[in-house]
C-alpha cells in the first residue's frame, strides 16, 4: 500500500519591530532632580526636574535595516511639568540644558542607551520630498526660509552665542535683503553664503561644554544680517515618509520642546526674533527668548527625550502594543570583552636604537602586550569585525626620537602589531590605533572642536613659514600632504584643509602626498632616513588639534569611554605637525593619548632640536570571516568566547 504522500506547507508569521510601536523602557532615573538654575534658564526661578517632568511611555523612532530597535521616544503628555526658558540666557543654553537632563533622566547603562532631547534634525530626517518642499518654500511674512534680512542701530542686538552659528551675520553689512543661502543650489550667492559663518554651529549642536551664567547678549554692532531658519506651521501627513512616525510626534495632544534654535525675520515686524523651536499638537513651530531689538520673552514646554542604543537590543517579550509593550535586553555591543589569543611569536620584536632613534635598544615582548581586548566595530549581522587591545598601566612604554622616531614611528608601530598580534585561524590582522579611528567616530561638536583648535593664534589647517636654520624638517616630511619644503609664497594663517580652504595655496602644498597616518615605507629602509635637504624656506601647516577630549564630541559614549577611560598613555600611529605662534619654530612629532587627553609628543624641531618620548601600544585586529560571540556575557570578567559560525 502506497504512503501518504502529500505535502503541507505552513506559513510562520515572523513579528518584526516598528516604528510607533511601545517599549517597556526603563531609565537608569536619578534619585534626586536636576536643578535648572535661573541663571541659566533665564527663568525667573531655579526649576526641580524630577519625576513630575518625566514622559510616562516610550515608543519606538527608528529601526535599522535588521529590523533592530535603534532609538525610542518619551511621549510627552499633559501631565508632565513644562520647563520654562526665556530671554537671550535662555536662547544661549536652551539647547544644551534639554540634552543634559535628557541624558542625565532617560540613559540606561546597562542597555547601551544614551538620552538627548528631539531636535529639528530628527524630525527632518522622517520628511518626504513634499516635506522638504514645504519647508523651502516658507515665508515668514515674505522672507522666504535660507534668505537673508540685514538689521541696523538699536535693532541689531543678538544674544552672544548668535556669533559662532552658521548662517550668522553679526557685523555683516553688504548683503542684499533676501538673498538665499541656505538653499542656493546653483551656487550663486557663494560669496554671500563665505561672509555668513558657514562652518558655524549648527541650530541643535551646543555651542557650550557648560552652561553659562554670564553670557546674555553679545558686543554692540552697528549692523546684524540674519538668515531665515525658521519654518514650519500645520504638518500633513504626506509631508513624512512614515505616517506612524508622523502620528506618534503629531499625535501627542500637548506642546514640547526641540533642542534646536531658529531665527525669523518676519517682514511683519522691524526686529528679528531668536527663539527655540516646539511642536504644539499638530503645529511645528517656535516661540521666541530673544528680539534684536533688546526684548526678552520665553515659555515653558514639555521635554521630548530620544534614547539611542550604542548596543544590540533583543526583544524578549511583549507585542509592542500599548497594553502589552515589547521588553528588550542588551546584545552584543561596541566596548564588550571579548577573550581573544593573539598568534604572539616565541621571540620579541627587536626594535633596535637606530630604528626608533631612541639611545637604547628595545625588544618587544609580552610585558608591551594588552591583556584586556574589547569589541571596536560591529557589521549589520552582529558579525565582530574590529576589536581594540585595551592599554594599561602594567604594559612597558615604546620609545621614539628625533628624526630617525619621527619617520619610522608610524611603520614601526603597525609592524610591532602586525607582527605580534594577528591571528591566521581568525582571519585576523593587527595595526595600529590611529587618529583616523578616533575623527571616524566624531560627531558635529567634535569636528567643530577640531577645526576651532588653536596654538596660540596659529588655527588647526592654517599655515606658518619658517626659514633659514628654523627650515629643518625629517626627510619623509616632504613626502607628506600639506607639507611645504621650499615654498616661501604663501601668506601666513592660509587655511588650506577646512572647507573654506584656499585652492589655490593647497595646490602648492604637496595635496596629494601621504597622510598622517600613512606609512610611508613599504618596508623599512635599511639605512634609516633622517633629516631631509636644506632647504630656504619651510612653509608648515598645523595638523595637530588636541586637548581634553569631551563624551558630547562623539557618536558613542561607550566608545569615548573605551579610548579616553584607560588611566594610561598610549601612541596613535599618526604624525602631526604644531605651529605653536610663540614660537619660531616647527614641531614634528607622533599623537599619544594620555587619559582623556589627545595629545601628541613631539620628537624633532625644526631649529634642529631633538627629543625622547614613550608610550604604550594600543592594538586594533581586524577579523574578516563572520566572527560572532559563541558564549560569554561581554564583561571583563566573563568576556565572550569568539570563533567561527
Known sequence: MAGNTATRTYMIKLKFPHVGEYVNYKPDTPNTGYNLKSAQSGYNTNQIIDTSYDPTEWRIMEVDENRRITKLFGVPNNNQKSISFGGARGYNNGVLLLNIICEYRYSNSNLGAVAKSLTIEDIESWMSDDGISARDNYKSGTVQYGTTRRYTGSFANYPSIYAQEKYSGVGVNNIIDGTQIINDKDNKNSSAKSKMNPNGRTQSNPVYIMATENDSTGPTVTSLTCTQTLYGG???????????????????????????????????????????????????????MFSSNNYNGGTDKRIAPVVAFESTINIVGGNGSKNNPYTISKGISIGDYVKYEPDIPTAGYELSSSKSGYSNAQTIDKTYDPTSWRIMELDNDGNITKIFGVPS?????????????????????????KKRYGNANLGATARHLNIEDLESKMNESGKFAKNSYKA????????????????QYPEIYAQEKYSGVNVSDILDGTQVITSDANKTAQSKLNPGGKTESDNIYTALPATSKTAGQTVANLTSVQTYYGNSQLSLYYNTSIFYNMIFGTGTKFWLASRFIYCISSDSFAHFGIRNITNEILYGNELFFSNGNTSADDNRLAPVVSLNLGIKAKSGSGTESDPYIIGKW
Open 234 to 288: 500645520d504638518q500633513l501627513v504626506s509631508y513624512y515618509k512614515d505616517s506612524n512616525f508622523y502620528n506618534m510626534i503629531y499625535g501627542t495632544g500637548t506642546s514640547f520642546w526641540l533642542a534646536s534654535r531658529d531665527v525669523d525675520c518676519s517682514s511683519d515686524y522691524i526686529n528679528s526674533s531668536f527663539g527655540f523651536r516646539d511642536i504644539n499638537n499638530s503645529t511645528l513651530g517656535a516661540y521666541y
Open 393 to 417: 598601566s602594567s604594559q612597558n612604554t615604546v620609545y621614539f626620537s628625533g628624526t630617525i622616531g619621527y619617520n619610522n614611528g608610524v611603520y614601526l608601530l603597525n609592524d610591532i602589531c
Open 456 to 471: 596660540g593664534t596659529i588655527q588647526y589647517g592654517t599655515t606658518k613659514k619658517y626659514s633659514g636654520r628654523n627650515a
